[in-house]
């Protein structure tokens, strides 16, 4: 099992900002495309951003022009910056190889936006 973890989820108010931070081994961080996942209740996982080994992104249309998915080789971090949040944001974050491997799959981190 890759370890992988997820963090900087929490409450925010509609209209709010949040950035999840995901650390890994570097054989995976360094190379792979990467993607940021979430899971909402009674929802199948999605994949909401990714971004290549060279920094090229990809995004849902759902987040587009909200989210923003950057990562650090050398730091073996993926950061997923998320503004103007609304309720239909709130999930479980996760980040993981695009496309995603079944032994990858972290612990994530719960972001719920509501007043």
């Known amino acids: 099992q890759v370890q992988v973890v997820e963090s900087g989820g929490g409450l925010v108010q509609p209209g709010g900002s949040l950035r999840l931070s995901c650390v890994g081994p570097?054989?995976?961080?360094?190379?792979?495309?990467m993607g940021w996942y979430r899971q909402a209740p009674g929802k199948q996982r999605e994949l909401v951003a990714s971004?290549?080994?060279?920094?090229?992104?990809n995004y849902a249309d759902s987040v587009k022009g909200r989210f923003t998915v950057s990562r650090d080789n050398a730091k073996n971090m993926v950061y997923l910056q998320m503004n103007s949040l609304s309720p239909e944001d709130t999930a479980v974050y996760y980040c993981?190889?695009?496309?995603?491997?079944?032994?990858?799959w972290g612990q994530g981190t719960q972001v719920t936006v509501s007043s």
């Open positions: 971004i290549t080994g060279v920094g090229s992104t």
């Open positions: 570097s054989w995976l961080f360094s190379i792979f495309t």
């Open positions: 993981n190889r695009n496309p995603a491997v079944s032994t990858f």
